[in-house]
Each structure stands twice: as structure tokens, then as C-alpha cells.
């Protein structure tokens, strides 16, 4: 009879001190969003390639990027940034499939059964090109309202409310190993919002949607409320699907965002199956917010205070 194989691991001297090996210590990873341009500019490279262990495009795998033009695909900076992730051991979000914001000119005249088509066809082309290189992705992103009622996109306003299940379900058939998850943001506790998405999620599990992950964008401010935050986190993951912080920022107007950046890590370590937290950006001079200075690194790329606060409770301070 083999004697049971026994796995020792050796204890680490000390915490680890990027945001990455410290997020592993716990199996998770730690990401940000990447504007490929910015690649090639040495302190962005080399912050990104010492923090993060996940990237995600911040615009170039969405639906206007990928298809300018019916059935013509371009995958060249998607790729480029899926290349790079790969020769640096990064996993990759993907971002996003199925969104009403930045969809190219020719879908939003689409109506009923052609714009249908278009966003089954690409869904396959696109979770199909990056097929088994993608962890996670969000294949719809941002389909309700803050009153918890569907968001009148022209996907909902042509396809009626079942477009969101399809999308899923296309999604799965053409890249079955990435997780599939649904994004939004306001979602930073428990309201509406989050409520008709938690029975949406409900919903799809009973009956055997497939949906792996719900992204919580957590785009909030140094005063931001969390005080259902991890509440929110834990019920979706009681459903059975992983939890993922997706564009984490916090506006700091002037203030320091150690506190609301330590609890939202602090969330996610507390929920098992939460098992990951991306930053949306490397540096607060290339950030979407960059007047509120919200990221973990200054325009400097020196580490401001809340990245401190962050490693900390990664480190599990
Ligand atoms: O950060 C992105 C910015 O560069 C784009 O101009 C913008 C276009 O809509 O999208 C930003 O990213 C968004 C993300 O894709 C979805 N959630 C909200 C993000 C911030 O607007």
C-alpha cells in the first residue's frame, strides 16, 4: 500500500511584499486594468510587472475595439496584452462581451432578430478567439438600473429581458473553461441594485444558467459606506459563485483612501470563494478618474499610503 503522500510547504520567513505574492498567499489574485499604449513606458512596466499577477484590458477586448465593422474582427491590441500576460505567468480577465456603452456604430441600429444574431455571433467569435486563455470573464457588464429594474439598452429594449441568459449560455459554448461572470458597479452593498441581481443569480443557478462569478466594479471614494460591503460579497458567494472585486478605484479628493482600500481587500479575504481583486489602472495620471487621484500608485508610480494599507491586510494584518 503507497503511505499517503504528505505535502510540506516550506513557512514563509516573512510576508510577501508585492500585492501579487501577498494575494497569492491565500490562492488569490491581485490585478489592473492595462491601456496596452502605456506599455513600453518603464516605471508603468515595471509596476505592473512587480504588483499585479492579473491584468485586464481597459478598453481593447470591448465590442468596439473587436468588431468595427459586422463580422470584421481585430484582435491586435487584445492580443498583444493576452501575449504579455502570458510570457510574464499573469492570468487575464477578459472585459467584456456584452455591454451597452462603447458598442461600435453599426450595432446600435440592429434591431430584433439581426441584432440578436449579432451579439450571438460576437460572443463566439471573440470568448472563441481567446478561448482557454482567459480566467474570467465578464460577459455582460452593467445591465441594470440603480432602482434594481433592467436597464433600457438597446439590447433590452429589442430582446426583451431573456437577452442576458443567451449571452451567457453563447458565451459558455464558446470558451467552456473561463469562468463567466456578470459586472456591474453600485453594487457595494445591499440595495436594489444589487438585490435584483443577487435574483437574477438565483435565478440563473436554479435553473442551470451558466454563470460562474459576479464582478463588483467598486468604483467608490474615501468616505464611501461599506458597511454591508462584505455582507453583499458573502450571500452571492452562497449561491455558489466566485466573487471578484473587478475595477477597484477609490476617488481620494484630497484625502487618504488607506481605509476604504483595506476594507474592501478585508471583504474579499473574508469570503472564501472571492478570489480576486482588480485595480482599474496602474497609476492615478492614467486613471479614468485621474482628478481624484484614486489608484495605489501616484503619477510618479511611487506607492501611496493605501497601498501600504492594502498589503497589510493582504499580509493579513
Ligand atoms: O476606463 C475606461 C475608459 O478609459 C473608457 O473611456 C470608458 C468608456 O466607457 O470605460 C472605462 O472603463 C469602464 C469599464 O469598462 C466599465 N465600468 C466602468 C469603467 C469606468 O468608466
Not at 475595439?65 to 504579455?84: C, H, I, K
Request: net charge neutral; hydrophobic share 35%.
Amino acid at each position: 500500500m503507497a503511505a499517503a503522500a504528505v505535502l510540506t510547504f516550506a513557512p514563509s520567513a516573512h510576508a510577501a511584499d508585492t500585492l501579487g505574492g501577498s494575494a497569492a498567499q491565500s490562492g488569490r489574485y491581485f490585478g489592473a486594468a492595462v491601456a496596452e499604449q502605456h506599455l513600453g513606458e518603464a516605471g508603468y512596466e515595471s509596476t505592473l510587472n512587480r504588483e499585479f499577477s492579473s491584468v485586464v484590458a481597459e478598453n481593447s477586448m470591448k465590442w468596439d475595439a473587436t468588431e468595427p465593422a459586422p463580422n470584421q474582427f481585430n484582435f491586435s491590441a487584445g492580443d498583444r496584452l493576452v501575449a504579455y500576460a502570458q510570457q510574464r505567468g499573469k492570468t487575464v480577465r477578459g472585459h467584456t462581451l456584452v455591454w451597452h456603452a462603447q458598442q461600435p456604430g453599426w450595432v446600435q441600429g440592429l434591431t430584433g432578430d439581426a441584432l440578436r444574431q449579432a451579439m450571438r455571433n460576437h460572443i463566439t467569435k471573440v470568448a472563441g478567439h481567446y478561448a482557454g486563455k482567459i480566467d474570467s470573464w465578464d460577459v455582460v457588464n452593467e445591465a441594470f438600473e440603480w432602482d434594481g429594474s433592467r436597464r433600457q439598452s438597446n439590447l433590452q429594449r429589442q430582446l426583451g429581458d431573456g437577452w442576458i441568459e443567451d449571452a451567457f449560455r453563447t458565451a459558455k459554448a464558446a470558451d467552456p473553461k473561463a469562468k463567466l461572470c456578470y459586472n456591474d458597479y453600485g453594487t457595494d452593498g445591499i440595495n436594489a441594485k444589487s438585490d435584483a441581481i443577487y435574483r437574477m443569480v438565483r435565478d440563473f443557478k436554479a435553473r442551470g444558467v451558466p454563470i460562474d462569478c459576479v464582478g463588483f466594479q467598486s468604483h467608490l471614494d474615501y468616505n464611501s459606506n461599506l458597511s454591508t460591503y462584505r455582507q453583499n460579497l458573502q450571500r452571492f458567494a452562497d449561491l455558489g459563485v466566485h466573487v471578484q472585486i473587478t475595477e477597484l478605484d477609490v476617488g481620494g479628493w484630497g484625502n487618504d483612501q488607506t481605509n476604504v482600500y483595506r476594507q474592501v481587500t478585508q471583504a474579499c479575504l473574508a469570503v472564501s470563494r472571492c478570489n480576486g481583486i482588480t485595480v482599474w489602472g496602474v497609476t492615478d495620471k492614467y486613471s479614468w478618474r485621474s482628478d481624484v487621484t484614486p489608484l495605489l500608485f501616484d503619477g510618479n508610480y511611487q506607492k501611496k499610503q493605501a497601498y501600504g494599507g492594502v498589503l497589510a491586510a493582504l499580509n493579513g494584518a
